[in-house]
């Protein structure tokens, strides 16, 4: 009773109260209607019932995770074929990369998150196989891949799907859609699979040949050997030397291409768990050691000095 009738009290407002509320809400209301409804580099915008992330930048990388969601609304049906596992903390992951690369180059990189999990869909197969037809999941699968494609501005981007494995050897894995098999070949034979790789698209503008590109002392696997993180294929590896591999998936066939068939750069990331996913410490450090050497390798390769380049429009 004692409770209810401060309550009421505390309910009266005086005339000056009033306005000061009326104020508030006046202003409140015109600074929401002032919010951005067009693309805003570093902002996040949320579609599909809030299960994809799109955080626009300015920078020609684009950094998508399919596979680190966590929500599981009940409309949506548990997927029933294929795979289900999420790859464990890939979300703040690619996140993490986002940030290191930002505080590198004082640029925004694209950063594309599906935030539902992968036994409701996956984002890295075709729609079908990712959905099951279900529409609402249908939904997440075209928002993911249509804030990637509206990322993709000049087909010049460097896209990297970011995953995670629990494969016996802790390396990083690089699939640049060339087999275990085929990494095992040598220099000459290997040439000849360049045009079937995700980084054929660098042919025109390296100086150095598809072996150093692939797995030399410059390649993206070399580099981050370099700060500490084994990878294959890289200097070191090779080849996956019989270990179990992932060669690269549905994005990064889709998009080392532009709608026009030119072809860039595209690589799926496949990380351990130790050492690089684990903690917030160790995510940070892969991050830091892929954002430089994305700038290593795409002034090499690419002819692309992400340090001094100027924000696109
Ligand atoms: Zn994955």
């Known amino acids: 009773m004692h409770a209810d009738r401060d309550k009421c009290v505390s309910l009266q407002a005086s005339p000056a ?53 966590r929500l599981t609304p ?8 294929g795979v289900v596992v999420t ?13 290191a ?37 249908m939904e997440t699968w075209q928002a993911f891949h249509d804030s990637i494609e509206s990322a993709r501005t000049t087909g010049r981007e460097l896209y990297l799907d970011i995953h995670g494995h629990s494969h016996p050897q802790p390396r990083v894995e690089l699939g640049y859609q060339l ?7 040598s220099r000459a034979s290997l040439a000849t699979l360049e045009d079937r790789s995700t980084i054929s698209g660098l042919g025109t503008t390296s100086h150095d040949g598809f072996e150093e590109r692939l797995r030399g002392s410059s390649s993206l696997g070399g580099l981050l050997e370099s700060k500490g ?45 130790d050492g690089v996913r684990d903690s917030e410490q ?6 830091e050691a892929l ?8 002034k090499r390769h690419a002819g692309m000095d992400l340090l001094t380049q100027q924000s696109r429009p």
Do not use: M, W
């Not at 009940?74 to 074929?81: K, V």
């Not at 599906?114 to 729609?127: M, Y």
């Open 87 to 99: 790859d464990a903390d890939s979300d703040l992951l690619a996140r993490e990369i986002a940030e």
């Open 74 to 81: 009940a409309n949506i049906p548990d997927r029933t074929e």
């Open 229 to 273: 993180f084994p990878s294959v294929p890289s200097p070191t590896n090779p080849d996956p030397a019989g270990q179990p591999y992932f060669s690269g998936g549905f994005n990064a066939e889709r998009y080392s291409a532009n709608a026009e068939g030119e072809q860039f750069v595209a690589v799926q990331i496949e990380c351990p768990r």
């Open 291 to 298: 954002a430089e050497s994305i700038v290593v390798f795409l």
């Open 101 to 137: 690369l930002h505080r590198l180059t004082r640029q925004h990189a694209h950063l594309v998150i599906c935030h539902l999990k992968r036994s409701k869909v996956d984002c890295n197969r075709d729609a079908l196989t990712g959905t099951g037809g279900n529409a609402a999941a």
């Open 282 to 287: 160790n995510r940070k450090r892969f991050a």
């Open 179 to 185: 087999s275990a098999e085929q990494l095992k070949q």
């Open 17 to 69: 109260q009033l306005l000061v509320i009326a104020l508030t809400f006046f202003f409140c209301s015109g600074l929401a209607e002032e919010k951005p409804k067009t693309p805003h580099p570093g902002q996040s915008l949320f579609t599909a019932n809030d299960t994809v992330e799109y955080v626009p930048g300015t920078l020609p990388i684009v950094i998508a995770a399919p596979h680190g969601g």
